[in-house]
């Protein structure tokens, strides 16, 4: 392992250079030592010729790669959002400059960009992916290699480092070219069946709220108010405004849409040790595919999402691209416990919650918790107890489950790497 590490020593930053020995050059350092080492114990002169001849390729692999190397630079371009289980392609982006001093242009041969993609939340061992440029001469030149990573979390891409070995293959120039950059990979995402746009439809027993908006096209009047900076003239109350001497308008109230809350239950029962990893990742991902759901359909709906393992236990907002991102950020970084947080979670988010809100607990028990939720809210308010008679317990484990949600089936390996060499223009 150490001989392994020395030959393949990676440069950790942009700019630092390392020169190195490939363990093909070991091995013919080796024969070189026993030659040298004959023709001085036996002074035989055609050995003393040979090790002459011997050391020739060295010398000239050695110039070959330094002067190839120089004024090579180049970038990683990693996609706007990872998701797990998809190809990724990352590109890389690279340049030669141009030496002023020379009439005919020095072209580097045989580049190799070599990757580093290591799980930050993980023990598993880091992928190196790698991409070939056969010739690069001077001037920009684009490559690129393939990725899917299984498993949700947080990456770091990096040091990307840039190495030739041409012609001979004994001595290997290498160069960081670009610095790490960490990455969050989102949860996987699956299907909603039909069947669920029914149950949702069907489970919500509150009451919709109404909320009030200026305008007289659709919804009843609500009541008189001053004019404000945006309101049109058609809303103005012409006969309150002569007599207050002030414009004043018209206020209606139109139906509002029903606010959403997820509450997601990792915490294992009593009964069962340990929980497969498939079923965390079976909660997660239909959490991850309800989140982006509502907030693609847009509207006025808010957001919340709970869990006992994110930070500040809860986020929330109204629907849109940002809090999406967000969400999915949060739920990439939740891992189970075996500390039961449920009862506290659930008591704090009820009493932040408005009654036009649907709540869904999603649970990877894979026990019922209906009773448990109407106790834990006959504590507390009307409010509470009426939203906690109307949530929607999903429970991953059930049978039931795979008529309401299908995930994408999984990938192979948790870093699959194609390499894809595309030659320098």
């Not at 070189?32 to 390729?57: D, H, Q, Y």
């Not at 190799?112 to 023990?123: C, G, Q, S, T, Y």
């Not at 010739?135 to 393939?146: F, Q, V």
């Not at 908006?213 to 009541?223: I, K, L």
Request: aromatic share 6%.
């Amino acid at each position: 392992m150490p001989f392994d590490w020395f030959t393949n020593f990676r440069p950790s930053k942009p700019g630092v250079v390392r020169t190195t020995i490939c363990h093909e050059g070991w091995y013919y350092l080796l024969v070189l030592a026993f030659v040298v080492t004959g023709s001085v114990l036996r002074e035989i002169n055609l050995l003393v010729v040979m090790a002459g001849m011997m050391l020739g390729p060295l010398l000239i692999n050695w110039r070959h790669v330094v002067l190839g190397m120089r004024g090579v630079t180049a970038r990683r371009k990693l996609p706007a959002a990872l998701t797990a289980g998809e190809l990724i392609e990352v590109r890389l982006h690279v340049r030669k400059a141009a030496e002023a001093n020379r009439r005919k242009p020095r072209v580097t041969t045989a580049l190799v960009l070599e990757d580093r993609i290591e799980k930050l939340d993980d023990d598993a061992e880091a992928a190196y992916p790698k991409a070939l440029i056969w010739k690069l001469p001077p001037g920009e030149a684009h490559t690129s290699y393939r990725v899917r990573l299984a498993a949700r979390g947080r990456y770091r891409f990096g040091p990307l480092v840039a190495s030739t070995r041409f012609p001979i293959g004994l001595i290997r120039r290498s160069l960081g070219v670009d610095g790490t950059q960490e990455v969050v990979v989102f949860p996987r995402t699956g299907h909603l069946t039909p069947r669920w746009r029914q149950v949702l439809q069907t489970s919500f027993r509150g009451e919709l709220l109404s909320q009030v908006r200026p305008g007289g096209a659709q919804g009843e009047f609500h009541r008189l108010r001053e004019w404000r900076s945006g309101d049109s003239l058609r809303w103005i109350h012409w006969r309150t405004t002569a007599r207050r001497g002030m414009p004043i308008v018209r206020e209606f109230e139109m139906p509002g849409e029903p606010n959403y809350a997820l509450l997601l239950d990792l915490v294992p029962s009593q009964e069962i040790a340990h929980i497969k990893s498939d079923v965390i990742e079976r909660a997660v991902s239909f959490a991850a595919t309800l989140i982006s759901e509502l907030c693609r359909e847009g509207g006025s709906r808010w957001l919340t999402l709970a869990c006992d393992t994110l930070a500040g236990q809860s986020q929330s907002g109204p629907t849109s691209r940002h809090l999406l991102r967000e969400m999915l950020e949060a739920l990439a970084a939740v891992q189970p416990h075996r500390d039961d947080r449920f009862p506290a979670l659930l008591q704090d988010t009820l009493d932040r919650l408005q009654l036009d809100t649907q709540v869904i607990l999603i649970t990877a028990r894979g026990a019922n918790l209906a009773e448990q939720v109407a106790q834990l809210a006959a504590g507390g308010g009307p409010r509470q107890r009426r939203l906690a008679e109307g949530a929607l317990i999903i429970d991953v484990t059930s049978a039931q489950f795979g008529e309401l949600f299908r995930m994408h089936p999984p990938a192979k390996t948790a870093a699959d790497v194609d390499v894809a060499e595309v030659a320098a223009p």
